[in-house]
């Protein structure tokens, strides 16, 4: 990732623009860039969803709540 560089601007009223602050903005990412960044990708699978994989797979039945929880908010909702 290319490093980025500080865009001029006005500066912040109470606080002197110092080298440190300068650095901070230049190595955050916008929005878009951390949506595409593959760094985050390579975490290990969290070892939960991974047997909740293996038990539908296997023909066990989903036990979560989501879908009874969905019904009564669509219901009360109304």
Same mark, same amino acid.
């Given at each position: 990732?290319?490093?980025?560089? @500080?865009?001029?601007?006005?500066?912040?009223?109470? +606080?002197?623009? !110092? $080298?440190? /602050?300068?650095?901070?903005?230049?190595?955050?990412?916008? @929005?878009?860039?951390?949506?595409?960044?593959?760094? +985050?990708?390579? !975490? $290990?699978? /969290?070892?939960?969803?991974?047997?909740?994989?293996?038990?539908?797979?296997?023909?066990?039945?989903?036990?979560?709540?989501?879908?009874?929880?969905?019904?009564?908010?669509?219901?009360?909702?109304?």
């Amino acid at each position: 990732m290319p490093v980025k560089t @500080p865009a001029p601007g006005r500066p912040r009223p109470g +606080r002197a623009e !110092t $080298p440190s /602050d300068a650095s901070d903005e230049a190595s955050l990412a916008l @929005p878009h860039e951390r949506d595409q960044s593959v760094d +985050r990708t390579d !975490t $290990p699978p /969290d070892p939960q969803v991974q047997q909740a994989s293996r038990d539908l797979r296997r023909g066990l039945q989903d036990t979560g709540n989501s879908v009874p929880m969905d019904k009564t908010y669509d219901r009360l909702k109304r």
